[in-house]
C-alpha cells in the first residue's frame, strides 16, 4: 500500500490545523447552515412518522383491525430506512468524486418535493390501492434523500480546517438537528389538531404540515447554496492525486475498512432502534394502548426532545475532553437498562409518570447519539468519508428504525406484554456497547489526530 493510503485521514486532519484549506466561511456559520438544512430534513421525515403513529393507517391502509392498520402504516414508514443505505451510497460516491456542497442541496430538495407532495397525496376513500402505492414511493424518496444527508452535513462540519479538537462539539449541533426537527413536527401536528377537532385534523388537518414545509425547504435551500465546500474536500480536490480521488468510493470502502463499516453498524444500531421504539412506537403505544389523546402524547414526546436536544450537545462536548466512547457507551447502557421502565411508565396513563419515561430515555439516547458525527468521521479516510459515514450508519436504520419498529407491534399483539420489547432493547444496546468497547482496536493504527479522541 502506498504511504499515502496508510494515512488515510490526512487530509482532513491538516485542513483542521488550519496549514491548509483556507475558506471564507467561518465554523460556525458551516455549522449553522448544515444545521438548518438538517432541521428541515429530519421535520419532514419525523413528520410523516407522527403521522404514521396517529392518523395514515386508517387514511390509507384501511381495516377493520386497528392493530393492522398502524403496522401497515408503520411498515410504510419502514420503507424510507430501506432506502436510506441506497441514498447513502448513491450521495456517498457524488459526495465523495464531486463534493459535499452538490449532494446537500440535491438531498434537500429531494425532501421537499417528497413532503410537498404527501401533502396533496389523496387517500385510499378516494383513489383506492393507488394511494398507498404513492405514498410508498414518496416515502423511499424521503428515505433516499436524508440517506445522503446527514452525512454531508456532518462533514462540512467536521472537516472545517477551524473545527480541530472541538469535532465532538461542532458535530454535535448537526446531531441535534434530529430532536428539533421532531419538536418542530410534534409542535405543529399538535399545534393543528389544538385548533381543530379530531375529526377535521383526520379528515384534512394533517396535511396542513406536510405543506407548510415547503417554506422550510426554500429557506433551507438559499442558506446552503450560499455555503462553500469543506476544507478537507478542497485540499483533496487540490492535491487531486489517484490515490485519493477513488473511482469507486464504495469500492475502496469496503476493501479498505471492513472493521470500521461493521462498528459503525453497531453503534447506529443501538441510535435507531432506541430512538424509534421511543419516538413511534411509544406514541402509536401510547396512544392506542394506554389511551393518551394524540395532543397530549404528542407534548410529552416533545418535550423529552428538548432533554434530548440538550443531551446531545453535552456529550458532544464531553466527547472532545474524555474521549468518544465515554458518553456513548454510558448512554447505551443507560438505554438498555430503561428500556425495562419505559414501558410501564407509560402504562400509567399519567402524564408526569409517562413524561419522564420518554426524557430519560431519551437524555440516556442523546448521550449515545452526540458524539457520533465526529466519531464516525474518525473511522475513514477524507477520499471516501461521505460514502463511510453514510452507508454503514443508514444500514443499521435498516433493522433499528425500519423493522424494530413494526417488530414491537407484533410483539405486543403476540405475546399482549411490552416485556419481550425491553429484552430486544437490551440486546441491541448490548451489541452496541461491544462494539463501542472493541472498536478502538479495530482503528488504533489511523492517523492520531483523527481517532485520538476514540
Do not use: C
Not at 451510497?89 to 404527501?118: C, P
Not at 385510499?124 to 416515502?139: C, E, F, K, S
Not at 450508519?393 to 399483539?413: C, H, Q
Request: neutral net charge; without cysteine; proline residues 4%.
Amino acid at each position: 500500500m502506498a504511504a499515502t493510503e496508510s494515512r488515510p485521514t490526512e487530509v482532513g486532519v491538516s485542513g483542521a490545523d488550519g496549514a491548509q484549506g483556507e475558506s471564507k466561511d467561518s465554523i460556525r456559520k458551516v455549522t449553522t447552515a448544515s444545521m438548518v438544512g438538517t432541521v428541515i430534513e429530519w421535520f419532514d421525515f419525523n413528520l410523516f412518522g407522527a403521522m404514521a403513529a396517529l392518523v395514515l393507517g386508517p387514511l390509507f391502509f384501511p381495516s377493520d383491525n386497528p392493530v393492522t392498520s398502524t403496522l401497515l402504516s408503520l411498515a410504510t414508514f419502514g420503507v424510507a430506512f430501506v432506502a436510506r443505505p441506497v441514498g447513502g451510497v448513491i450521495f456517498g460516491h457524488f459526495g465523495d468524486r464531486y463534493g459535499r456542497k452538490k449532494t446537500l442541496v440535491t438531498a434537500l430538495l429531494m425532501m421537499g418535493i417528497g413532503t410537498f407532495a404527501i401533502g396533496l397525496l389523496p387517500t385510499y376513500a378516494a383513489i383506492g390501492v393507488a394511494a398507498p402505492i404513492l405514498l410508498v414511493a414518496l416515502r423511499i424518496l424521503q428515505g433516499v434523500a436524508l440517506g445522503g444527508e446527514y452525512a454531508g452535513a456532518a462533514l462540512m462540519v467536521v472537516e472545517h480546517k477551524d473545527a480541530a479538537n472541538r469535532r465532538g462539539f461542532f458535530g454535535a449541533w448537526v446531531g441535534s438537528a434530529s430532536p428539533i426537527g421532531y419538536i418542530l413536527a410534534a409542535g405543529l401536528i399538535a399545534l393543528v389538531s389544538a385548533f381543530m377537532s379530531e375529526d377535521a385534523f383526520n379528515s384534512w388537518g394533517w396535511r396542513v404540515p406536510f405543506l407548510l414545509s415547503s417554506i422550510m425547504v426554500i429557506v433551507g435551500l438559499y442558506i446552503r447554496l450560499q455555503l462553500e465546500e469543506s476544507s478537507a474536500f478542497q485540499e483533496l480536490e487540490d492535491e487531486a492525486s489517484d490515490v485519493e480521488k477513488v473511482k469507486l468510493p464504495i469500492v475502496e470502502l469496503v476493501r479498505r475498512y471492513p472493521k470500521q463499516i461493521l462498528s459503525s453498524i453497531g453503534a447506529g444500531l443501538g441510535i435507531h432502534a432506541g430512538y424509534y421504539l421511543s419516538i413511534i412506537f411509544g406514541l402509536a403505544y401510547a396512544r392506542t394502548e394506554v389511551g393518551f389523546s394524540s395532543t397530549g402524547s404528542l407534548v410529552l414526546v416533545l418535550i423529552a426532545s428538548v432533554v434530548y436536544f440538550f443531551a446531545i450537545l453535552i456529550s458532544g462536548h464531553l466527547s472532545d475532553r474524555l474521549g468518544r466512547r465515554v458518553p456513548m457507551m454510558f448512554g447505551v447502557a443507560g438505554f438498555g437498562v430503561w428500556g425495562f421502565f419505559l414501558f410501564p411508565l407509560l402504562d400509567t396513563g399519567q402524564a408526569v409518570p409517562a413524561g419522564i419515561g420518554f426524557s430519560v430515555g431519551l437524555f440516556f439516547l442523546g448521550s449515545l447519539y452526540g458524539p457520533i458525527s465526529a466519531w464516525l468521521a474518525e473511522l475513514f479516510g477524507t477520499e471516501v468519508r461521505y460514502t463511510g459515514l453514510s452507508f454503514g450508519f443508514t444500514l443499521a436504520a435498516v433493522i433499528g428504525g425500519g423493522l424494530i419498529p413494526m417488530a414491537a407491534v407484533w410483539l405486543l399483539d403476540r405475546f399482549g406484554s411490552t416485556v419481550p420489547i425491553s429484552i430486544v432493547v437490551a440486546t441491541i444496546s448490548a451489541i452496541a456497547f461491544v462494539t463501542l468497547a472493541v472498536t478502538k482496536l479495530a482503528v488504533h493504527h489511523q492517523d492520531k489526530d483523527m481517532s485520538g479522541a476514540n
